[in-house]
C-alpha cells in the first residue's frame, strides 16, 4: 500500500457526525491517517451519508481517480455499501486489501449554445426539463437518426448505475452496471392528436450519441438537472450525451451484489 491515508467526506446530520468520529478513532487506532481535508495523496475516500453524499462528493472532488466507499447513514443509500454496525469488518477488509476496486460509467453531456459549449459530467443522471415547469418539446436524434419530437415534463438520460435512481420512477429499465449504454426515459410524454412522443425509454450503445435540440414556444429557458443539482440555460441549440471516457472508481468489499442490493433496496 502506497500511503496509509483515508480521506473520510461525511455530510453533517447527528448520525454522520457520530459515526464519522467512531470510524475515525478506529482508524487511527489501526495506523491509518485520516486527512481533515481531502488529500490527493489518500488511497481510499469513505463517505458517510446517503446516496446524496456520496453523489455530492465524487462531483466534488473532480471525479477523482482515489475509489469511493460509502457508509449508509442516509435514507436508502443504495451505493452505501457498509452499514454503520459493520465497521469493523471494513477496517479488516481494508487492512488485509480484501476488496475490489470497480470503475463505473458516466455520462457527459455537451451543452451548446450559438456561442460557446460547456460540458456536464453526472453519475446517476441529466435531466432535461422545462423551465417554471412549462411543457417542453425536443427533437431527438441518435446518432444524426432524427428519431422524435417529444413533447412534456422533460427526458432523463440515465448511467447504469443511476437506472435504479429518477430513472426508475419514470419506468425506466434497470441496467447491469457494467454495461456501457445511456438510457433515455421521457417524464411524462404527451400523447395526444396534437402530441405523439415514445412512452418507453430507450438504451442507445456506447458508441452512439443522443442529440437534442429544444423547440422554444414561449419559454427559452431550460433546466439541467445533473445527479439532482439545477442548472438553469437560455437558448440552448443542442445538448448531446454520451458515455464519458472518465470513470469514478468504487471500491467494493465483494458482498453486495447488484441483484441483492436491487432486491434488498426495493423489494
Ligand atoms: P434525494 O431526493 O434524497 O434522492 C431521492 C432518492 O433517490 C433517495 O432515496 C436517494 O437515496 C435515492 N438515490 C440516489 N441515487 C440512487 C441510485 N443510483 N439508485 C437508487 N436510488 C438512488 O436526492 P439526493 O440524495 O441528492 O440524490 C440525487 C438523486 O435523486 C438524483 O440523481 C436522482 O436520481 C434522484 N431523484 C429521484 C427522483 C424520483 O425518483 N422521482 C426525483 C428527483 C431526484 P438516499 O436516501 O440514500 O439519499
Ligand atoms: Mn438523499
New binding site residues.
Partial sequence: MKTKKINIIHNNTEKSLNITSLLKEKLEHQGFCITDSFSYDAFLNICVG????F??AIHNFDFTNIPFIGI?T???????EVSPENLDLLIQKIKNQDYKIEPIFLVEGIICTRTSCIELI????IVIKGYHSKTIHLNVSIDNNYLEKFSGDGVIVSTP??S???????GGSLVYPTLDVLQLTPIAPINSKAYRSLTSSIIVPNSLLIQIKPEYRDENSILIVV??QEHKYENIVEISFKISSMKANILTLGNHSFWTNVKD?FL
Avoid: H, M, P, V
Fill in positions: 446517503g446516496d446524496g453524499a453523489l455530492r449508509n442516509g435514507t436508502l443509500g443504495f451505493f452505501q453526472a453519475i446517476n443522471e448505475i443511476g435504479t435512481a429518477y430513472n426508475f420512477s419514470c445527479d439532482g433496496k
